[in-house]
């Protein structure tokens, strides 16, 4: 069995970072709680992705300030440029928190 590294992590430099895949290991964890006081995630569309979203948020709830995004169903923010990754912020941000969770 292979093991996660740190390094499975792709940081970019506007503050994000991407989990190449859909796990989180202990050290990715511990590198995203150290590094940002606000994490927000936004994985796949997918069904894969959005239960993803709901395990990696329950592993990260208690340790930082975190926002769950989930996009339309077959998007992949891999793909979504930067002022369309902007509109998903903006649109989940104007949302009252009840809608959010």
Do not use: H, W
């Not at 990715?28 to 997918?46: H, I, P, Y």
Request: glycine share 6%; proline share 5%; with cysteine.
């Amino acid at each position: 069995m292979c093991k996660r590294s740190p390094r499975d992590m792709f940081f970019k430099e506007n503050g994000m970072a991407a989990l190449m895949g859909v796990q989180l290991a202990e050290a990715q964890k511990e590198l995203l709680v150290r590094g940002f006081s606000r994490v927000v995630l936004l994985l796949d569309g997918d069904e894969a992705g959005q239960a993803a979203t709901v395990r990696i948020a329950s592993a990260l709830r208690e340790a930082c300030t975190l926002d769950e995004l989930y996009p339309e169903p077959g998007c992949q923010p891999d793909q979504l440029s930067r002022d369309q990754i902007r509109q998903i912020l903006t649109i989940q941000e104007g949302r009252p928190q009840s809608e959010t969770n």
